[in-house]
């Protein structure tokens, strides 16, 4: 079958942002936030728990439709990044999102003031049995809040603060190119989206080496533009923790996460304490691709060739029949959701200039589908980021018939559903592999990932935390914040590599977020977490369902009582996230022991 590379909008809404069905969504959306903080505030003032399910039932369905539509301008735009056309109507969203969050915030204070008696008269309730975990957590929110006044005050401004400086950002990349010469010594002028695609995938070592030294130009460029706007996202995010009264800047994060200092500190020791084993790969990396050793547009560059075998693109439709194939090895809903997301247009994976950099998967909640963007090329890491962002999807659609709030999963367990699908199609490619030379090299695209979440996530991480202690302190210049990050990359990857990427910080989306703070650890549990689940889906008579099972949970405990109800261990111990290493260092034994032939 031929799978189309562009997706489908016109399922959500006909006519796209300026039809009439988004409009009326958009209208009723208003109306609803409406009615939700009208009864919010006559339920409050009559203290009407028995009214609390009904309201929870509109306040869900808000919820649903907003994300929605949300989406949908999110996937126009990133389809075509460099239109400012959809700017306008994202702040009509984004308007949309404060009208909600003051009556949202109304409710956490009528929770907390309920008495504990009155409370669990409230967890009752039939309509609210499913919600207990989200409406404690709803109620806990509370202690974080200031007086209306103020958060009124705060919920305007963040529309030109942090979400205003995220926007910014997306703005700046939009218009970035760079120009570099190929090997048949043409000049080539390609997207600051497209150059992030050539530095991880180009094929000639020289031609990738020349066009991470121009994406460092481009930046340079820029980097002042970019350092304002990292600083002032991060001042107002700080600002507004200080106010709320969080004790430091990792307490947002970690409580959005549902996961313990503990549990993160306890990871990145054992992150830490195992670094090393990567060193012999990148040595043997850079002996088969005959460089004197790996720069940083090295680390996922496909290896061309083994000898005289020479690993062939993959086409798209070949990634999709190796992605619904194998997911149907661990289960037949996975793979039944894949065939669906290539078949009903659900993927934009067009290669062309002009997209947002990078990929996301995000759930089309009113009509129970996903959209997943990315950018496709043809190489073995392609198909494992489609399944990637499969995973996430598959994640969402196992949730859809609880109460909307329990498809609220924090992101360090969204990154397991993920990873465990991406582990599936790499460990399948290395399986099928019909030569020792293929296999290396499939073992090689398999190891990308590894090397991103121990040592890349784990510099994003570093940089990360050093600058917000010095965003406390005062403005942090662009040169030190590239000091900064090339010296987070040097410790992080042991100096394992010849050249570094001082200015990473400026192009990586993930920085720049103004949802989420510190969008990178959860990454890295979400690798390890997977892993062990990975090895635990091999000893399961009924792994299916026992693995939904857990997703269906992920959004109603923490991470810690996720882990030891479903998997019965104990993430503030070493043992789990060891287990994750054990299987990293048998990847790196057998491409150590099969590539030797090659060198």
Known sequence: MTYSLNW?????????VHGTEFNIKIETLRQQVIEFSTQVKQDKSDHKIEKMGELFGLYQEILSGY????LFVNAWSADDYTNSEFRPIQNQIDQLGTELAKPEKELQVFLAELTETEFENLLAQPELAELQFNLSEQRAK???????????LLDQLRLDSLMGWSQHYETLVAGLTLSFEDENGQQQTISAGQALNQIDGYPDAQVRRGIMQAYEKMWTKVEDL???TLNHLAGARLTEQKARGYQDYMEEPLALNRMSAETLNNMWSVVDAHKDMFKPYFERRAQLMDIDKLGWQDQTAPLTHLGTYQLAPLSYDEAAKLIITNFGQYS?????????????????????????????MESVPDINESRIFLTFTGSPNDAATIAHELGHGFHTSVLQDLPYLRNDYAMNVAETASTFAELIVNDANVQSAQSDAERVMLLDAKLANPVAMFLNIHARYLFENEFYQARQEGYVTASRLNQMMENAQKTAFRDSLSEWHPHFWASKLHFYADDVPFYNFPYTFGYLFSAGIYAWAKTQPNFEEAYISLLRDTAAMSTEELAQKHLGVDLTKPDFFEAGVSAIQADIDQYLDLSEPFI
């Open 8 to 16: 489908n909008l016109e399922t959500i809404f006909k006519g796209g």
């Open 142 to 152: 509370a202690q974080y809040l200031l007086d209306s006044k103020t958060e009124d």
């Open 67 to 70: 994300l929605t539509a949300d």
């Open 332 to 360: 037949s809903k996975m793979a039944q959701f894949a065939q669906n997301a290539f078949e009903k247009g659900w993927i934009e994976a067009e290669d062309r200039p002009g997209k947002q950099p990078g990929g996301w």
């Open 226 to 228: 970019a350092a304002d």
